[in-house]
C-alpha cells in the first residue's frame, strides 16, 4: 500500500542515489521515493504531487542547493505542508542555517554527511512514525468535530421536537380544559383513574383531585338506581374494545344529571391495551327533551291531562286485568260540554281555553287519583273510572260532574256555564278492544244530547244497532240530495184577528225510497252535523223561491203571499250565502220582500259582527228576517237590538203551557210587549186550540201558526187551497 511519497533534494547525484538505495532499504515498499537535484527542481515535484494529492510524509534536503539554501526551500515546505516531516542534510555542520531550519521550517532533524545508514533509518522511521500520529490525530480530530457537530445538531433536534411536543401538549391541555365533556384516561390494572379534565367537576360537581384521590368516588356518584351499569362498565370495555353507558348521577347539591360514557381500550404498536380512555357527555337537556316529548305524546297541551293515547293505554290495561281478575269492574265516562261551541264563538278562543282548563281541573277533583281524566280534543274529555263496585259509582260520578258542570264558572271578566252531557260505557259486556269501549261510551253520550242534553245515559247494546241505523241515515242522506229525494211542505201563518193567511213556512221533508216521508227532526241534526244542510238548504230555498214565483203567476190568493224559509248556522256561515240568495232570487224572478227566513238565537250569538252585516245585506234586499223558536235561547234582550229583525216566533213550547202555566203566559205576555217595543211583528207558534188564540188576541198577538190552522201540508194540498180561495184572502180554521 502506498502511503505517499518521500521527497530528497540534493545537487549531488552520488549521494541523492544512495540516500534514495538506503530509504528504500528502510521504507521497503511502502513509500514512493521522488528526487530532485535542484530548488525549482524540488518546488516543480511538489505542485505535480500536491495536483494529484498526494501524501508528502518526509522531505529530505541537503543544506547547500546550487539555485537556494536547503533551510529556505525547507521554509517554503512549511508553510505549504506543515504536516510534513523535514530533515536537513549538511556537509558542514552551519549552525546558523540549522537553527534557522529549526526555527522557520520546523525541522524534525539534521543529518551531517556522511551518515550512518543505521541512523538514517531510525531518524526516518521516527519522522515517519511521527508524521503518522499527527496525522492519526488530525483524523480522530476530523472524526470527533463531526461527531460533535452530529451531537450538536442532534441536541438540537431533539430541543425542537421537545418544543413542539410541549406546544402540542399545551394545545392538548387548553383543548381539554376547555371541553364541556369529560375526557378520562385509566389504568388498565386496577382500573385506576389516570386523568380527568376540569370539565368532570363541572359535571359531577366533584373536584377532579376528589376523583384521583377516592377511586370508588366514580361509582359512588352514580344514581343508586343506575349503579348496577357502571360497576362492571370497565371489564366490559377492556373485553370488547369499546363500550357505552348512559346513567344518571346523583350531584352533591341533589341535582340529577344524566351520562353518556363512551370509551375505548388503547392500545400500543403491537396491539396490546395500555389505556382506557373515555369522554363523558351530560346528555341531561336531551333526555329532558326525549322525557318532554314523550310527555307530549301522551298528553294534551292545553289541559296537561292525558290525551286520546294515553286514554287509549290505560283502558287497554283495564281490560288485560279484566281477563286477569274475574270480579274487576271499571267505566269509561264520555263527557261533551252542552254549550261550549256557542261560548267559544260568542267569547273567543281565550274564554275557550280558560274555560276548558278551568273543567279539566274541575274533573280531575270529581274522581279519584287512580283514575284517569283525558281530553280527547275540543270540548270531549273521558274519565277512565278504575276498580269500581258496580255502575253505580259510575252513575254517581256522573250526577257528580253534571251538577258541578251546571253551575257557572267565572272565566275572566266572563260568568258563564256550560252543562254536559255524560255517556257511560261499563264493562259488563267483555270488551276486546279499547276502541269500542271508547265508541260506545260515545253513543251513549250522543243519546244523552238527543235526550236533550244535560243528563247521562248508560250504553246498552241496542243503541248501537241504532248508530248503525244513523250512519245509515248519513249516507242515504248524502245519495238523497243528488237523487233530489227532498219535498217542501207548508204551514200557513195567520192573522189571528182575520183568520187570513199571511205567510207560509216552508218546512222539509225527506221521501226516503223505503222509509216513506220522514220529518226534518230526523235528519235535519244529522245534515247540520255533516255539513250536507248547506246543500240541502239551497235546494229548499231555490224550490220555495220558484214554487211562490210560479203560484204568484198562478193563483190570485198567492199574490201577497211570502214564503218563510227556515236556515241553518251552516249556511248563514258560508261565505257564499249572500251570493246564492241573489242568485236564486234572480233565477227565480221573485222579488225580495216576498222572502223571509227563520233564525236562531243561538245561530246568531257567534259571529255577531259578521251576522249583523249578512242580516244587513238581507234586509238591503227587502228579505225580512224572524227569530225563530225564540225564548228557548239564551240571547239578552241588549242583544237583540243590535240586529235588524223583523218578526218575533214565540216557541211553541210556551204556547202550548201558557194556558196551564202562568209562568209561561207571562214569558208569552213579555215577548209580545217586547217586540211591539222593538217594532217587531210577532208570531205564536204551535197553537191547537181556539183557547190559545183568544188568550193570545188578548195579550195583542199579531200572528199564529199551529195544528188548529192547518198542519203543514204538501204542494197539492197548497194549490188546492190557493185555487179554492181565489179572490180571498180569509184562511179556513179547519182545513
Ligand atoms: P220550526 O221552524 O219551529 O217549524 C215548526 C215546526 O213545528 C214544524 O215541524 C211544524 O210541523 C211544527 N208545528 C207547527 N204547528 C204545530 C202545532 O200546532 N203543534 C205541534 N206539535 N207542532 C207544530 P217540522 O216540520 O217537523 O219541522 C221541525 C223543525 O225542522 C223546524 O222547526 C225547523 O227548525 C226545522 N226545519 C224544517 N224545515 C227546514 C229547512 O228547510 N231547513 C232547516 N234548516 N230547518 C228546517
Ligand atoms: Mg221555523
Ligand atoms: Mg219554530
Known amino acids: 500500500m502506498n502511503k505517499g511519497t518521500i521527497i530528497c533534494i540534493d545537487d549531488d547525484r552520488l549521494i541523492l542515489n544512495s540516500l534514495r538505495d538506503q530509504l528504500q532499504r528502510i521504507i521497503e515498499d511502502a513509500y514512493e521515493i521522488e528526487v530532485a537535484e535542484s530548488g525549482g527542481e524540488a518546488l516543480e515535484l511538489l505542485s505535480e504531487l500536491e495536483a494529484d494529492r498526494i501524501k508528502i510524509p518526509l522531505v ?27 530533515i536537513l542534510l549538511t556537509g558542514d555542520a552551519n549552525l546558523d542555517a540549522i537553527i534557522h531550519a529549526i526555527n522557520s521550517a520546523n525541522l524534525y532533524r539534521y543529518i551531517a554527511k556522511p551518515w550512518d545508514e543505521t541512523d538514517l533509518g531510525l531518524t526516518v522511521k ?77 359535571v359531577h360537581g366533584y373536584s377532579v383531585s376528589s376523583f384521583l384521590s377516592n377511586p370508588n368516588l366514580w361509582t359512588e356518584v352514580v344514581h343508586p338506581a343506575d349503579r348496577h351499569q357502571i360497576v362492571h362498565f370497565f371489564d366490559h ?17 341533589g341535582e340529577i344529571r344524566w351520562l353518556k360514557n363512551r370509551g375505548h381500550v388503547t ?36 289541559t296537561g291531562l292525558p290525551n286520546r293515547n294515553l286514554l287509549m293505554e290505560r283502558i287497554a290495561q283495564s281490560l288485560k286485568r279484566q281477563h286477569r281478575i274475574p270480579d274487576y269492574q271499571f267505566a269509561l265516562l264520555f263527557i261533551d260540554l252542552d254549550r261550549f261551541k256557542i261560548i267559544n264563538d260568542s267569547l273567543g278562543h281565550i274564554v275557550g281555553d280558560q274555560l276548558l282548563v278551568a273543567i ?23 274519565i277512565l273510572l278504575d276498580g269500581i263496585q258496580g255502575v253505580e259509582d259510575a252513575t254517581q260520578v256522573a250526577e257528580r260532574i253534571l ?41 251513549a253520550m250522543y243519546r244523552a244530547k238527543a235526550m236533550g242534553k244535560g243528563c247521562f245515559v248508560v250504553f246498552s247494546p241496542e243503541m248501537h244497532a241504532q248508530t248503525l241505523n244513523l250512519l245509515k241515515l248519513e249516507r242515504d242522506l248524502r245519495s238523497a240530495i243528488d237523487r233530489e229525494e227532498f219535498v217542501l211542505f207548508y204551514q200557513p201563518i195567520i192573522d189571528l184577528q182575520t183568520g187570513g193567511l199571511c205567510d207560509v213556512e216552508v218546512l222539509v221533508r225527506w221521501q226516503h225510497p223505503d222509509r216513506g216521508l220522514i220529518l226534518p227532526s230526523e235528519f235535519i241534526p244529522v245534515a247540520e252535523e255533516t255539513g250536507l244542510i248547506v246543500e240541502i238548504g239551497k235546494w229548499v230555498l231555490q224550490a220555495a223561491c220558484h214554487q211562490l214565483r210560479s203560484y204568484q203567476q198562478q193563483f190570485f190568493a198567492a199574490q201577497t203571499l211570502r214564503i218563510s224559509v227556515n236556515l241553518s248556522s251552516e249556511q248563514l256561515q258560508d261565505p257564499n250565502f249572500i251570493h246564492e240568495v ?25 259571529h255577531e259582527e259578521k251576522h249583523i252585516q249578512t242580516l244587513q245585506q238581507l234586509r238591503d234586499r227587502n228579505i225580512q228576517i224572524s227569530l225563530d223558536d225564540f225564548g228557548t235561547g239564551y240571547s239578552s234582550l241588549s242583544y237583540l237590538y243590535r240586529f235588524p229583525l223583523d218578526t218575533l216566533k214565540i216557541d211553541r213550547s210556551f204556547v202550548s203551557r201558557m194556558m196551564s202555566q202562568p209562568q209561561d203566559a207571562e214569558i208569552v205576555n213579555t215577548i209580545i210587549s217586547l217586540a211591539r217595543t222593538m217594532n217587531m211583528d210577532v208570531v205564536a207558534e204551535g197553537i191547537e186550540t181556539e183557547a190559545e188564540v183568544s188568550h193570545l188576541i188578548q195579550l195583542g198577538c199579531d200572528r199564529g201558526q199551529g195544528y188548529l190552522f192547518s198542519r203543514p201540508m204538501s204542494q197539492q194540498q197548497l194549490e188546492k187551497c190557493l185555487r179554492e180561495r181565489q179572490g180571498q184572502l180569509e184562511f179556513c180554521h179547519h182545513p
Not at 539554501?69 to 523535514?86: H, N
Not at 322525557?291 to 292545553?302: G, T, V
Not at 232570487?585 to 246568531?604: F, V
Request: hydrophobic content about 35%; proline content about 2%.
Open 403 to 443: 251538577f258541578t258542570l251546571q253551575k257557572p264558572f267565572q272565566v275572566g271578566d266572563h260568568s258563564v256555564f256550560t252543562g254536559s252531557s255524560i255517556g257511560i260505557a261499563y264493562n259488563s259486556v267483555q270488551y276486546e278492544d279499547a276502541t269500542l269501549l271508547l265508541r260506545d261510551a260515545d253513543i
Open 267 to 302: 392500545t400500543d404498536d403491537r396491539g396490546t391495551p395500555i389505556r382506557l380512555d373515555g369522554i363523558i357527555y351530560d346528555i341531561t337537556e336531551q333526555k329532558r327533551a326525549q322525557a318532554q316529548l314523550l310527555h307530549d305524546a301522551f298528553h294534551d297541551e292545553l
Open 126 to 202: 521516527a519522522a515517519l512514525q511521527s508524521y503518522w500520529q499527527d496525522e492519526q490525530l488530525i483524523e480522530q480530530n476530523k472524526t470527533l468535530r463531526a461527531v460533535n457537530l452530529q451531537l450538536h445538531a442532534e441536541i438540537d433536534e431533539r430541543q425542537l421536537t421537545q418544543q413542539k411536543l410541549q406546544d402540542s401538549e399545551q394545545r392538548l391541555e387548553s383543548i381539554l380544559n376547555s371541553l364541556d365533556d369529560v375526557v378520562w384516561s385509566a389504568a388498565i390494572d386496577g382500573y385506576q383513574l389516570l386523568y380527568l379534565n376540569p370539565a368532570a367537576e363541572e
Open 60 to 86: 529530505i534536503c541537503d543544506q547547500n542547493l546550487p539555485d537556494m539554501g536547503g533551510d529556505a526551500l525547507l521554509s517554503y515546505v512549511q508553510i505549504q505542508y506543515p504536516k510534513t516531516r523535514k
Open 582 to 606: 241573489d242568485r236564486i232570487l234572480a233565477e227565480s224572478r221573485l222579488e225580495g220582500h216576498y222572502l223571509k227566513l227563520e233564525l236562531t238565537e243561538t245561530m246568531l250569538m257567534a
Open 237 to 253: 370495555l377492556l373485553a370488547s374494545g369499546s363500550q357505552s353507558i348512559e346513567y344518571r348521577i346523583l350531584r352533591p347539591d
Open 360 to 382: 279539566a281541573n274541575l274533573l280531575e277533583n270529581c274522581v279519584r287519583t287512580s283514575d284517569t281524566v283525558a281530553r280527547l280534543g275540543g270540548d270531549e274529555f273521558t
